[in-house]
């Protein structure tokens, strides 16, 4: 590929020609990228990278989000979420309550359920394979990607069982994909600021180390925009990469920019679109041993993730339909998104939408359409129906 105008004209040519040329970058590298102001140039060289690995493609995925209870035993700065058993907001859902909420999610076409939850204190472990083990009866097609690193820990602690053990057991159960949640920013000080008692940076690449060694497939995140620096944001990147190239178990990155409101860190200037557009295209081109990176549209607002697709992120995540956690930190968009409209900004992006699985995979509906093919049963009446029963 010769490099265009903008990047033979640019500041950034010789890293142009060293991505061209497949060296990999380097952490000054990538210091160079977030530090040059030439953002379209950054821009137009993570589109490179991404159009290298997908082409003109974008992908989104028919999903619905569950999380199962909002009581948790920590207290992180950051969240918004958590509550404790004295909150009058709090919840807890029963298997059956779930089960039932994925029966009405299967009517709409979904193909993965996506569940996440604080650490509960009182919940036994019976409860996480119940759950799994009843939704494989619903649908066995249905994908399962579910708790956190954290949460694997937490239900370690309480079974009495290594981390690596309750991966295997939950697998047997149904888990079919891990989350990325929670890993925020991996230097110790950083994390201590914001997430002071939870698991270490090194747990969480622990996690996902032993679950890829299982043959499980994951996410992963970084949470910025709060107290890290250019050089912690690239230090997280570096580790990422490091465990990719060593298990190739993550199928795609999510970063996430922070949201300010409801929680007690004081960030008095959260990412800008610039940054976050910034960070997006410079996550895709240092991590070149990552097939796939998302625009996370509930964090981003729809408008900006569809921009993003022009600054290398070529996935939009999902439907989702219920969202709490974004949510409740003050993220400036509702809690769900039709299948439609998800396509819509794609195709007004000047990309090709493609529906994906868990694994970034293209799907063909069992009715043996083509991906590509419209289908439209997240309408917005229906997501009405189930956000008001959320």
Same mark, same amino acid.
């Given at each position: ?8 004209k640019s ?8 991505? $061209? ?8 590298d ?5 530090r040059?102001?030439d953002l ?6 993570a589109?490179?990278? !991404? ?9 989104? #995925?028919?999903?619905?989000?569950i ?5 948790c #035993?920590?207290s =992180?700065?950051?969240c ?6 004295? /909150?009058?907001?709090?919840?807890e859902?029963?298997?059956e ?10 009517k ?9 939850g ?5 919940? @036994?472990i019976?409860?996480? +394979?119940?759950m ?6 619903v ?6 990607? =579910?708790?956190?690193a ?5 239900l370690?602690?309480i079974s009495?069982?290594?981390m @690596? $053990?309750?991966?295997?057991?939950l ?11 929670g890993?925020?920013?991996f $230097?110790?000080?950083v994390?201590?600021? %914001? ?14 180390r ?8 994951s996410? =992963? ?12 944001r690239?230090n ?10 060593? +298990?190739?178990?993550?199928?795609g ?5 922070y949201?300010? $409101?409801?929680?007690s860190? @004081?960030?008095?200037?959260?990412? +800008?679109g610039?940054d976050?557009?910034? +960070?997006?295209?410079?996550?895709? %081109?240092?991590?070149d ?22 600054y290398?992120?070529?996935?939009l995540?999902?439907?989702i339909v ?20 998800l396509?819509?900004? #794609? ?22 359409? !083509?991906p590509e ?11 009405? /129906? ?5």
């Open positions: 590929m010769v490099m265009d105008f903008i990047l033979q500041e950034l040519r010789n890293l142009a020609e060293k991505v $061209e040329a497949g060296q990999r970058l380097n952490t000054e990538a210091l160079q990228l977030y040059t102001p379209n140039a950054v821009g137009r060289l589109t490179m990278v !991404s159009e290298q690995k997908v082409g003109n493609q974008a992908s989104y #995925i028919v999903n619905r989000y999380n199962y209870s909002n009581y #035993i920590l =992180c700065q950051f918004s979420f958590s509550r404790k058993k004295r /909150n009058d907001d709090g919840f859902l029963s298997v309550e779930i089960v039932t909420k994925a029966k009405e999610s299967l709409l076409g979904i193909t993965e359920l996506h569940i996440v604080g650490l509960h204190p009182t919940l @036994p019976s409860y996480y +394979t119940d799994l083990k009843a939704l494989k009866a649908d066995s097609e249905l994908k399962l990607k =579910c708790f956190t954290v949460e694997i820990y937490h370690a602690r009495k069982k290594t @690596p $053990e309750i991966l295997a057991i697998k047997e159960a149904g888990l079919d994909s891990l989350t990325g949640g890993a925020e920013i $230097e110790k000080s994390r201590k600021a %914001i997430a002071k008692g939870k698991e270490t940076g090194q747990e969480y690449l622990d996690a996902h032993a679950w890829h060694q299982l043959g499980g497939r996410t =992963c995140t970084m949470l910025f925009g709060h107290v890290e620096t250019l050089e912690d690239i997280h990147l570096s580790q990422l990469r490091d465990l990719q190239d060593e +298990t190739s178990g993550f199928t990155f999510i970063p996430l920019p949201q300010p $409101e409801n929680n860190i @004081p960030v008095t200037h959260p990412p +800008t610039n976050i557009l910034r +960070t997006i295209a410079v996550s895709r %081109i240092f991590l041993n990552f097939d796939h990176l998302t625009a996370y549209w509930v964090g981003l607002g729809m408008k900006l993730a569809q921009v993003a697709l022009s290398g992120a070529d996935d995540h999902g439907t219920e969202e709490h956690i974004f949510n409740m930190a003050g993220a400036d968009s509702s809690k769900g998104s039709t299948e439609a409209s396509k819509k900004a #794609i195709i007004e992006a000047g990309r090709i939408p493609v529906q994906r699985n868990t694994f970034y995979e293209p799907v063909r509906e069992r009715t043996g359409k !083509s093919a419209p289908n439209d049963s997240f309408s917005e009446s229906v997501l009405k /129906n189930n956000l008001a029963s959320a």
